[in-house]
């Protein structure tokens, strides 16, 4: 069985800060999507990046980047220089990568950031 | 461009009530699923479909029912509803062929309250 692990349950920063998010998560299949999606207080889900297992590769986007390790099954999400604006929830998520698994994501408890001004 | 559209918004229910959620996508998708979302626990599958006429237990499936009779319409049905069925509902789509890259499109959400 697939797990996501979101630690951590709330942060907050003060503007300007970075922040880490972590998400440690647990899979047999070789074959693995990972994703991280941004709730704002409006409630919807918003699609932030997805990373296949194969590709360990950093990525960064603006102030986003995603730091994805197999060795120690974690896929981190830093805002540099945060803003009010990236205060939301955060999720982790997890897909197999089997054509069984119909897409059916598996999410981690979420963290709460709050930025101050 | 309408895509995913979850109907009601929100409800009150009375313990012991019945509603059903109403999920439409316009985007001929295959595949279609409802997840609810609880403070400190994230999203959990409840139910999805890979297909008009067919449907699968997710992770939390006790106490709804779904059907998939069109393959725009995705229904989550309450038959008796409990306090513990108090959540935010999200329904979400995708493509077959891009299902199992998790290119799922969400619904805005449906916050219901059980009394």
């Known amino acids: 069985a697939q797990k996501v692990t979101q630690a951590q349950t709330e942060i907050s920063v003060v503007e300007k800060e970075d922040v880490t998010l972590d998400c440690v998560y647990e899979?047999?299949?070789?074959?693995?999507?990972l994703f991280w999606y941004k709730q704002p207080p409006s409630g919807e889900l918003v699609f932030l990046i997805r990373r296949n297992s194969f590709d360990e590769q950093n990525e960064i986007s603006g102030r986003y980047s995603w730091n994805f390790q197999k060795s120690t099954s974690s896929f981190n999400f830093t805002i540099t220089a945060s803003q009010v604006v990236d205060s939301a929830v955060y999720f982790c998520?997890?897909?197999?990568?089997?054509?069984?698994?119909?897409?059916?994501?598996?999410f981690g408890q979420g963290t709460i950031l709050t930025v101050h001004p | 461009n309408a895509g995913v559209t979850q109907t009601p918004k929100f409800r009150v229910l009375k313990t012991g009530q019945s509603m059903t959620l109403l999920c439409a996508q316009d985007?001929?998708?295959?595949?279609m699923y409802w997840y609810r979302q609880d403070p400190g626990m994230g999203l959990r599958l409840i139910h999805y479909s890979v297909g008009e006429g067919t449907t699968a237990k997710g992770e939390v499936p006790d106490g709804y029912n779904v059907s998939r009779l069109k393959k725009q319409n995705f229904l989550l049905g309450l038959e008796s509803a409990a306090p513990s069925q108090t959540s935010v509902y999200f329904c979400a789509s995708s493509n077959r062929d891009t299902a199992n890259t998790g290119e799922l499109f969400f619904g805005e959400g449906s916050r219901l309250t059980v009394l």
């Open positions: 998520a997890l897909s197999e990568g089997r054509g069984t698994s119909y897409g059916k994501l598996t």
């Open positions: 899979t047999r299949d070789t074959t693995y999507y």
């Open positions: 985007m001929n998708h295959e595949y």
